[in-house]
């Protein structure tokens, strides 16, 4: 049970943790905290909680925590962490069908997951799975609770991520998978979610302190940390190598990453939407 969207997780949790840190953690802990009971006593999903980074963060706040995982290899990274938590249980299984009963959890989180909820076979624009997904948020929340999704804008695809102008045409075809966020909005709203909000970090990048690496692209692991590189042919990626390698040769790459997170600055790379039971 492993394939799953267009991203090799298997292979690339072996560096997941390498590449990516958890953003917004103080959105997603307010976020919780609106809700009737105190955090200490709550119980949260975190569905498709990869290796676990978010509830590493959150679980010294939150009462009790899920993580629910459809790959091995994720999965794995996220239980070596959490050997010593009574208060964290990881499970393998689908977001499209949660292996939860009704009106358990007080909050559920989807960090970066959403734009994996999109069938090859789907060419509408109506995002079916998300809705699905939705659907099986709001039969296991508590009256009250909240979910919270955190997924980009087209905006902030396009100019949250500094190497997202050199390959252009992958950034084309993962924005497609990106539901807009009115879509999202709208679909919430449609299952019978009542609107919440929405909230962007822009103090903070997905990559860490290694997010303006000037060869960063250059290093395999470093690309595997947003999976938008790997929906590149081979001649685009060679195409954007030759040119991170001649920016670097001739010492423009510094110029170039200020006029990029000059962008990025302004509208961030992650947008986080909330919307309650009602
Ligand atoms: C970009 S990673 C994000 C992981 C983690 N939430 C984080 O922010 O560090 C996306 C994760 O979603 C998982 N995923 C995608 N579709 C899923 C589904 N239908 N059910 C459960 N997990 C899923 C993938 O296996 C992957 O681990």
Same mark, same amino acid.
């Given at each position: 049970m492993?394939k799953?969207g267009?991203?090799?997780y298997q292979?690339?949790?072996k560096s997941?943790?390498?590449?990516?840190?958890?953003?917004?953690t103080e959105?997603?802990?307010?976020?919780?905290?609106?809700t009737p009971?105190?955090?200490?006593e709550?119980?949260v999903?975190?569905?498709?909680?990869?290796t676990?980074?978010y509830?590493?963060?959150?679980?010294?706040?939150v009462?009790?925590?899920?993580g629910?995982?459809f790959?091995?290899?994720?999965l794995?990274?996220?239980?070596?962490?959490?050997t010593r938590d009574?208060?964290?249980h990881l499970?393998?299984?689908?977001l499209?069908? %949660?292996?939860? +009963?009704k009106?358990?959890?007080? $909050?559920?989180m989807?960090?970066? #997951?959403i734009?994996? !909820?999109?069938s090859e076979e789907?060419?509408?624009?109506?995002?079916?799975l998300l809705?699905?997904?939705?659907?099986?948020?709001?039969?296991v929340l508590?009256?009250?609770g909240?979910?919270v999704?955190?997924?980009?804008?087209q905006?902030?695809?396009?100019d949250?991520?500094?190497?997202?102008?050199?390959i252009?045409?992958a950034m084309q075809?993962?924005?497609?998978?990106?539901p807009p966020?009115e879509t999202?909005t709208? %679909?919430?709203? +449609?299952?019978g979610?009542?609107? $919440?909000?929405q909230?962007?970090? #822009?103090d903070?990048? !997905?990559?860490?302190?290694n997010y303006?690496?000037?060869?960063?692209?250059?290093n395999k692991?470093?690309r595997?940390?947003?999976?938008?590189w790997?929906?590149?042919?081979?001649?685009?990626?060679?195409?954007?190598?030759?040119?991170?390698?001649?920016?670097n040769?001739?010492?423009?790459?510094k110029?170039?990453?200020?006029?990029?997170?000059?962008?990025?600055?302004?509208i961030?790379?992650?947008t986080?939407?909330?919307?309650?039971?009602?």
């Amino acid at each position: 049970m492993n394939k799953l969207g267009f991203e090799n997780y298997q292979e690339t949790s072996k560096s997941y943790d390498t590449t990516r840190v958890p953003i917004g953690t103080e959105i997603l802990l307010g976020c919780f905290a609106s809700t009737p009971r105190p955090l200490s006593e709550q119980i949260v999903l975190d569905g498709g909680c990869g290796t676990g980074n978010y509830i590493e963060v959150l679980k010294s706040k939150v009462g009790t925590i899920y993580g629910l995982e459809f790959n091995e290899g994720m999965l794995r990274q996220g239980q070596q962490k959490f050997t010593r938590d009574a208060n964290i249980h990881l499970t393998q299984g689908n977001l499209l069908n %949660l292996p939860y +009963e009704k009106n358990y959890f007080d $909050g559920m989180m989807s960090n970066q #997951v959403i734009h994996h !909820l999109v069938s090859e076979e789907d060419n509408s624009d109506k995002f079916l799975l998300l809705a699905q997904m939705m659907q099986e948020a709001y039969r296991v929340l508590r009256p009250q609770g909240i979910l919270v999704l955190n997924s980009c804008s087209q905006k902030q695809l396009f100019d949250g991520f500094w190497w997202a102008d050199l390959i252009p045409q992958a950034m084309q075809r993962v924005a497609k998978r990106f539901p807009p966020l009115e879509t999202i909005t709208s %679909l919430l709203a +449609e299952i019978g979610f009542q609107e $919440g909000g929405q909230i962007v970090p #822009v103090d903070a990048v !997905l990559q860490g302190n290694n997010y303006l690496e000037p060869e960063g692209p250059l290093n395999k692991a470093y690309r595997d940390g947003d999976s938008t590189w790997s929906l590149a042919t081979e001649a685009e990626l060679e195409q954007a190598l030759e040119r991170v390698r001649n920016m670097n040769a001739d010492g423009s790459i510094k110029q170039y990453l200020e006029k990029r997170e000059n962008l990025r600055r302004h509208i961030g790379q992650t947008t986080f939407i909330y919307a309650y039971k009602g």
